[in-house]
Nanobody, 121 residues
Framework: QVQLVESGGGLVQAGGSLRLSCAAS????????MGWFRQTPGKERELVAS???????YYADSVKGRFTISRDNAKNMAYLQMNSLKPDDTAVYYC???????????????WGQGTQVIVSS
């Protein structure tokens, strides 16, 4: 299994940028698909970006062109660079992982505790 810890959230003005980081435990990080989800009160979690072990990426339409997912397998780290932030991006952001090489959003097995992002107007 893998343990995940997110960091980098905070308060930012609309139009600004944040980079979220996800630190993973274990020695097989490179075999996991990594994903970033977000959740607002009263809504289910939304997959915003993913990065598979074969370097395929996915982005939700709402963040395409603004967010970039990346990973550093040598450091067991995943990142989400968020640019041109909008108030609608306000959410708790979660790092998630699965050994499924082509997972559906429901198939992520491991989760961090979340980091809050607030975008003010």
């Amino acid at each position: 299994q893998v343990q995940l810890v997110e960091s980098g959230g905070g308060l930012v003005q609309a139009g600004g940028s944040l980079r979220l980081s996800c630190a993973a435990s274990g020695r097989t990080f490179s075999r996991y698909t990594m994903g970033w989800f977000r959740q607002t009160p009263g809504k289910e979690r939304e997959l915003v970006a993913s990065f598979t072990r074969s370097s395929r990426t996915y982005y939700a339409d709402s963040v395409k062109g603004r967010f970039t997912i990346s990973r550093d397998n040598a450091k067991n780290m995943a990142y989400l660079q968020m640019n041109s932030l909008k108030p609608d991006d306000t959410a708790v952001y979660y790092c998630a992982a699965t050994l499924n090489p082509a997972p559906n959003p429901q198939e992520y097995e491991y989760w961090g505790q979340g980091t809050q992002v607030i975008v003010s107007s």
